[in-house]
């Protein structure tokens, strides 16, 4: 399976991930991964970064709420679409890029 191919499974899903992870049915994100996660980093107020996989966005804006400057990728439009979703109801300054992370964009991509 090429990175193409896996682009397209989770576009075939996003509606259903977007839907279940934003009612609380990622349980595993939302109790240990995300928390484990954000308790290892510094303090990110002023940094730039880049969310590589964001999906459709949930640490991404949590990164942008903690006053990072993110610019957040993802191999399937429809999850950007999602997280485009979610940043003009509530915008943070995020920049949301359809791209894989085996063939990334621009390098001056985060700044």
Known sequence: MDHEEVGRYWNAN??????????????Y??????PAF??????????????????E??????????GAKVTAIDIAADCIAYAQQAEAEEPLGIEYRVASAVALPAPTMVG
Request: hydrophobic content about 45%; proline content about 2%; aromatic content about 8%.
């Open 14 to 27: 996003a509606a259903a991930w977007a839907t279940l992870a934003r009612a609380g049915y990622d349980v």
């Open 57 to 66: 966005g949930h640490n991404t804006r949590l990164l942008a709420q903690r």
């Open 38 to 55: 954000f308790a290892m980093l510094p303090d990110v107020q002023g940094l730039a970064g880049l969310d590589i996989g964001c999906g």
């Open 29 to 34: 994100r939302d109790y240990l991964n995300t």
